[in-house]
T-cell receptor
């Protein structure tokens, strides 16, 4: 149980285009999903927290207009990188947290999406 | 904010060796998790261990919350244990988030 998928697993795009990444909880309902960013040989950095049906909460320093997050249902959150630039190239990872009481209070992670902006 | 430091940063082992990874944190916590990030980037939950000791096969973890550290033990290491090990815990006042430690890069050689 507690499987999280991400799509696509990798994407290459031209500078100036937008890229959408999907995160799905496959076998549980996720009231909260999280988006992380990881640069090579570095740790995960939390970008934002999204709750189903409400606006995402962004961490300090993360541009909300550049990284659009939508959590339209209890099993799907999307991250759209708008007007992508080469410095946005990174490994993006989502996680999902189930409703406490149904599962232990842990986050379950997707396999990640590697974004390369040319 | 809370600081999470892991040691060692890098570790090379011969297959079959044992190792101990350490996670130090700067404030009291009520939720600590250990993860293994495999070479393809997938994060795998190892332990949810806010306190005490847990074991799962060749892995075990101990958290001493009062002294603000947690240890991950790997026994009889295998090449498939290679990857990065992270501890993660919530920042003060935001128990639904996780702040990741600096990580330990483990390479197990045959």
């Amino acid at each position: 149980g507690a499987v999280v998928s991400q799509h696509p697993s990798w994407v290459i795009c031209k500078s100036g285009t937008s890229v959408k990444i999907e995160c799905r909880s496959l076998d549980f309902q996720a009231t909260t999903m999280f988006w992380y960013r990881q640069f090579p040989k570095q740790s995960l950095m939390l970008m934002a927290t999204s709750n189903e049906g409400s606006k995402a909460t962004y961490e300090q320093g993360v541009e909300k207009d550049k990284f659009l997050i939508n959590h339209a249902s209890l099993t799907l959150s999307t991250l759209t990188v708008t007007s992508a630039h080469p410095e946005d190239s990174s490994f993006y990872i989502c996680s999902a947290r189930a409703d406490p009481g149904l599962l232990t209070d842990t986050q379950y992670f997707g396999p990640g999406t590697r974004l390369t902006v040319l | 904010g809370i600081q999470v430091e892991q040691s060692p940063p890098d570790l090379i082992l011969q297959e079959g060796a044992n190792s101990t990874l350490r996670c130090n944190f700067s404030d009291s916590v009520n939720n600590l998790q250990w993860f293994h990030q495999n070479p393809w980037g997938q994060l795998i939950n190892l332990f949810y261990i806010p306190s005490g000791t847990k074991q799962n096969g060749r892995l075990s973890a101990t958290t001493v919350a009062t002294e603000r550290y947690s240890l991950l033990y790997i026994s009889s290491s295998q090449t498939t244990d290679s990857g990065v090990y992270f501890c993660a815990l919530p920042p003060i006042g935001a128990t639904n988030k996780l702040i990741f430690g600096t990580g330990t890069l483990l390479a197990v050689q045959p």
